[in-house]
């Protein structure tokens, strides 16, 4: 252990110059019923003129509560208890009300998360870049704020500005919205700017390009920016300073490169360690290395490869009719001609962005929608052709796991129902071995038989994602459709539950499908990877094949987009 | 690792004991197994509101059933030389115009107007749960069909197509029974139209796929998972229903097309006392507060349904 | 706009017919006869009742009925009162009273409504929030008939400051009142419903951004806030017409309005089934229209209605 190390002032203050924001000593609260409840315990950090600084963390660690307190934006509950905030020289948590509507947007300019809910859905662009402007005192009302509205969208990177201006955020792509949120966020050009998560809710490509867009314009000002993300790998490439939050309190900060390369906090080793992004990069070293490393993928993939497979897709296609708003409607080919096996016991990864095309695969493979044409074979027999008793039997080889942890288990039926619900539909066993099997599986996803009696919304995202596993598992399937079953988990316990998914694979001979929109992840638990784009496989082969000699330049842009990849850790 | 490499001067690290590690997802439950109507029933018993408006119920449903327990006198037994006289012993309230007196009318009057808002109740939430499930979960064609009888029926305001239907039924057929139908049959849309929206949020979650993908039927989705899920709002725009059928009746009882004349009813008292607002006005007061508390009293409890059992209410309280 | 309008309008095609014709069906179909009802208890001529059938064409088959009444509609024929007067020109007459009381008792409603409804969302769980969520459930319970009494009452025979009843021409001053009573119910509804989406907008992400451009408090309420939280009150503004319909039925009896709703409350209580008929149609007929008009309002509201596909 370094523990040796001595605790240097927190965050520093040891660069030339005189910082342009200076967090002391930083205390806020939420106030509830039962008095308050801490949220940051002394976060103390600094940021000099034209740096950018990110802050790391899971959540809930307080990050975006860090955030929102330099600007008072914390919610109605939200309370600074004690430190202090000194930007350029001004204590902001002493400073309230109408004094800080010249701070707001003028010298802090601000860039939310979620780009579909922060624009307001009822003004249109140009009215919402040029309000932004006039409050700012860069123009006045009249033809000089629309010519000013016009610069700001260009800068941002949106070619066609004077169109734009009319429209409204609908009628927006995600990337788009988050375009405009910059353009308005540095439109006065502000010292600093607060990037909150900026595109954690982008597709990777969309993201890449943003964020490099983001530098450029923050580099050439000299804007100071203050990243919040969850992403380890994005956070060491965008930012000089890393700051690593942990419920509530900065537990390691310093330069990038260096905390990745020589965490010395545990949590920050932890953190390293699971970053998927920066792991896959460590995986290029021999199979057994890797496996010591992380322990995440048993070296079981070399022999498997030669199995029969156990499910195949031949020329899946499936079309939509999408309504067009004018009495009529389009047909819309979401799945165009997709083939595909897997061998047993082997996980095949299916990558791609959104509206690639994948979640419908999995609902066409599952039966959960008709396919227009083609043929989903498991075990021997289409089940396309099949019905009845043959679709219930052929339903009990294969079961999903869905995204969304907040949505995978009917909230109203406690644990052991959700769990004993398959043996129930297929009439497996007494009551009584029923309930002994949900003990099992319970046991089986590490979780504490205690549970039986519990309903869904006591627990955290990872243990519903255990539970939801539990119950596929619960009729002894042999393939699982996992679709984004871990993109919605915090970097650690996605690990964990990777960890779980390998296990459960060869203790029971598994197949997996494993559907995401992450590549970082593929390459920790996938034999195979095919990629998707609009609705067609545009490459497939084996994961190391593809990671290292992509062929299709959608591919390499895939790969490249991953935060993190230009990082050398110090193995 | 290389770990022994110098840091650099600005690399900061807390120390170990400041935030110890807590194990990653480490299990933590509260004392009580919770779920949404658990939740809600829970919060429900710290409101005073909730009560308030049950004690009220409560009494209302007591009143119906056992009129005589609050008074011996007969409602009916009205004599002309007591016309319009004020309280006395044993007549709390005074009399009516026709010499009847004021609060056995109200009580017997009671059962008239819960029996209409029971029935209609009924009636709106059987039809509006069965066709605003059908139409939300199964969609395509069927939701179609039913959605634009819906808004056929939703276009004829409830109480105007009651007023059309008592005005045409021949009087001999007018019962408490038929005025409830009468209400009912056309108050159905908003209770199928709500459950409807909320289905369509409720279908396309992930818990549903799972049942699917398990092979559970369709219908038994729909009654096992899909309805538990969606039924909360109904339960709150049924309660603040039976207050709107309540009034529904009064108003129809006012207009003097409600009722058949031997049945009592609180908006025919405060018709026929109208004649004499400016002389004495506390005859058209007294069955005004009864019906209005009793109104109150379902809206009330409407509303604390609706702040247990919407995350999004409790919150805005 | 163009596309949402004519989708609109084609939405209320079927409705219109679907509607009318129940209102034909039910009167067929029911058990009773509107014309035996006219006689009261004392019964009908039967000469007499089949001249009143052959006038009303009760005596031809339904669809017939149907049609000619449908085909009446087109022309302006809206069918013949009781008392032998055209529906056309009594409606001539009442609906410019009705809909200035209307207009009245919703630019009262909707501009209290919302005024009160904005400043209880602000201030969540202080007096005045409490005190306006109290006043408005009472409103919501007291049935309009009874408020219309009890205004009547005070401002009439206690204070002495306002008409029972409307003088003839229906002047403003004397609407204002019947006014205030129509739009009491609604009024209620619209603070709580706009309370209720002020909350709900002041968590919203937009808000805050709004906040974090730069924009001064009162321009982010007005600007982001109370814009946003008028969408669904002009949707229940609309829905609730028929509410207002029906309110309007009881208020114009009670103060005696010469507006469409006294007619066809004098037809109640007199029993004039036809006549009856002939109105809540015409109320039905408002009501769609009604609603046609707030839906192309909502339109302009919310873009994302207007461009939806």
Known sequence: MTATTVATTPGTGRDKGTPLLDIRDLHVGFVTQNGIVPALNGVSLTIMPGETVAIVGESGSGKSTAAHAIIDLLPGTGKVTSGRILFDGQDLAATSGKAFDKIRGNLIGFVPQDPMSNLNPVWNIGFQVEETLVANGRAKRGKDVKAKAITVLKEAGLADAEIRLKQYPHQFSGGMKQRVLIGIGLSSRPKLLIADEPTSALDVTVQRVILDHLATLTGDSGTAVLFITHDLGLAAERAEKLVVMYKGKIVESGPSLEILQNPQHPYTKRLVAAAPSLASRRIQGSHRERAALDQVVPDAAASRVTAAPVITVEKLTKVFQINTGKLRSQPFTAVDDVSFSIPKGTTMALVGESGSGKSTVAKLILKLESATSGSVTVGGKDINKVSGRELLALRRQMQPVFQDPFGSLDPLYNIGSTIAEPLVTHRVGSKKERHARVLELLDQVALPTTLIDRYPNELSGGQRQRIAIARALALKPEILILDEAVSALDVLVQAQILALLTELQSELDLTYLFITHDLAVVRLVADHVSVMRQGRIVEASSTDEVFDSPREEYTKELLAAIPGTGIQLGV | ?317 | MVWYIVRRILQVIPVFFGATLLIYFMVFALPGDPIIALGGDRGLNPAVAAALRAEYNLDKPFIVQYLIFVGGLFVGDFGTSFSGQPVSDILAQTFPVTLRLALLAVTMEAVLGILIGLFSGLRKGKLFDSSALVVSLIFISVPIFVTAFVAQYIFGVKLGIARTTVGAGAPWEDLILPAVVLASVSFAYIVRLTRTSVIENLNEDFVRTATAKGLSRPRVIRVHILRNSMIPVVTYIGTDFGLLMVGATVTEGIFNVPGVGRTLYQAIIRSEGPTVVSFVTVMVIIYLVANLLVDVLYGFLDPRIRYAK
């Open chain 2, 1 to 317: 690792m290389p770990s022994n490499a110098p840091l650099s001067p600005t690399h900061f690290v807390a120390p170990l004991d400041e935030t110890p590690l807590v194990a990653v997802d480490k299990v933590q439950v509260a004392a009580k197994p919770s779920n949404l109507y658990l939740d809600a029933w829970r919060d429900m018993r710290r409101r005073p509101l909730f009560y308030v408006s049950g004690v009220i119920v409560l009494l209302v449903i007591v009143v119906a059933l056992f009129p005589t327990l609050f008074t011996q006198l007969d409602p009916r037994a009205c004599a002309l030389s007591f016309s319009n006289q004020g309280p006395s012993a044993g007549h709390p309230l005074g009399y009516t115009k026709q010499g009847c007196d004021v609060y056995a009318r109200i009580i017997f009057g009671t059962r008239t107007s819960l029996s209409v808002g029971i029935i209609v109740t009924l009636l709106v939430t059987v039809i509006g749960i069965i066709i605003g499930a059908l139409s939300g979960y199964y969609g395509r064609w069927i939701d179609a069909v039913l959605s634009r009888i819906g808004d056929i029926f939703f276009a004829i305001p409830y109480i105007l197509a009651a007023i059309v239907i008592m005005s045409v039924v021949a009087r001999e057929a007018r019962s408490i029974l038929v005025l409830s139908l009468a209400i009912g049959i056309f108050a159905w849309p908003s209770t199928a139209r709500v459950l409807r929206g909320q289905i369509l949020s409720v279908k396309n979650s992930d818990f549903v796929m799972s049942a699917a993908a398990l092979g559970v039927s369709h219908f038994r989705i729909l009654l096992r998972h899909v309805l538990p899920n969606s039924i909360a709002p109904v339960i709150v725009i049924t309660t603040i229903g039976l207050a709107g059928a309540i009034v529904a009746e009064a108003t129809l009882s006012f207009l003097g097309i409600g009722l058949p004349p031997d049945v009592m009813s609180w908006g025919k008292d405060i018709s026929q006392a109208q004649g004499d607002l400016r002389n004495n006005p506390m005859t058209l007061i007294y069955p005004s507060i009864a019906l209005s508390v009793a109104v109150l009293s379902f809206i009330l409890m409407g509303e604390v349904l609706r702040d247990a059992l919407d995350p999004k209410a409790r919150a805005r309280r």
